[in-house]
Structures are given as C-alpha cells and as structure tokens.
C-alpha cells in the first residue's frame, strides 16, 4: 500500500511539472512571435532604407560619375544684394559627398568626381539657378519658402568664371570647375566700380586644397 501511494504521488509529480513545462514552452512561443512581430517589419524598413540608398547612389554614379574620381578646388562667392552668403556656417557644410565646402571654409568649393557640375552644389543647398533667377530656400525644415532674385530691369543676376562673365547666368548651373577656379554669382544693381570690387575680392581669395 505504501508502495501504490508513492507511485501515485510521483505521477501527480510528473503532471505537474509536464504542466508547467507545456506552459513555459507556450510562454516561450508567445514570446518568440511577439518578438517577430516588431522584429519583422523593422528589418522590412530597414531593407527599403538600405535599396533607396543604393538606387540613389548608382544613379549619382551614372549621372556624375563615382566619388573620388576627381579631387578639383576653386573659389566662389555668392553676393545677394551686397552681402555675400557665408557658407562657412555649419548649416552649408559638406552637404553632398560629390561637391561641397568643408572643415569650416565658406569659398573653396570641392568637387569629388568628374561630372559633377556646379548647379549640383546649389542643389544640395536647397538653391538653384533657372533662367535669370536665383532662389533660395528660407526657413525651417519644418517651414520653408522659395525666395527668388530675378534680373528685372533693376537688380541683375549675373555670374562670372575668372573674370569672364557668362552669357546667361544659368549656364553656370552646368559648369564645371576646374583647378583654380574663381567663380562669382553676384545679384543686384551694383555699380561697375563695386562690380569690380566684388572681383577683386575674389581674387583675394584663397583656395585650400585640402
């Protein structure tokens, strides 16, 4: 008797720990999908990210080459109205990995590859010449307007490249830059003696090949 009575409790035993076993398990597996639930549509994200990325960077390659191809520096200013704009601030550096001013500079203009023109730096810095316009971009990310400078009989936009100046400004959005370069894209009604000044203080420029 004593003998069925311990057998009887070591099966009661073994339902009990085959119950929570059943249950760990199902805890487990509840788990387990919970997991991939948030996991799955993560990873989804991140492949999408990681395609548009690629897609992106191989039509930068087929529109302006590859990065690193070229390592060519010149000088530029942009005057609006009498104030040139100071691309030293940090919000204008190294915007595009193909063209741009970096390491604190505001007027030597980089460009990474042998294509890339001169309206693909504006681009990257939410500006750009069409016609005899400049706009640039104003504002907060979260706001931002299109303020444009038009040559209207008053004001002109005008764009220099070593002291020449270009037939139609918006030509200067395909140029490219060349070793040494001085580029001027100047908007107003300067005189010709302050349009001269403006030159000159490019020339003064130094250009940093770095």
């Known amino acids: 008797m004593f003998g069925k009575k311990k057998s009887s409790s070591n099966s009661g035993s073994a339902k009990v720990k085959n119950k929570k076993k059943s249950s760990y398990l199902d805890a487990s597996k509840k788990k387990r999908q919970k997991y991939l639930i948030i996991i799955i549509p993560i990873i989804a994200a991140m492949v999408a990210i990681l395609a548009i990325s690629a897609s992106r960077y191989s039509s930068e390659i087929n529109k302006f ?4 191809s070229a390592h060519e520096h010149a000088a530029f200013i942009i005057n609006v109205n009498g104030t040139p704009i100071d691309f030293s601030q940090p919000q204008y550096q190294v915007k595009s990995r193909l063209i741009h001013v970096e390491g604190g500079d505001g007027f030597t203009l980089h460009r990474h590859t042998d294509r890339v023109p001169f309206g693909e730096f504006l681009r990257s810095e939410n ?42 400004p918006a030509s200067l959005g395909s140029y490219i830059l060349k070793d040494d370069d001085r580029i001027l894209l100047i908007y107003g009604n300067q005189t010709a003696d302050q349009l001269s000044q403006s030159l000159s203080a490019l020339e003064e420029v130094p250009i940093l090949k770095t």
């Open 127 to 168: 500006m750009n010449i069409e016609g005899s316009c400049l706009s640039i971009a104003e504002g907060t990310s979260n706001q931002q307007g299109q303020q444009e400078y038009c040559s209207n009989g008053t004001e002109e936009l005008r764009a220099f490249v070593n002291g020449e100046e270009l037939e139609s």
């Open 65 to 68: 080459g590859t990065a690193g």
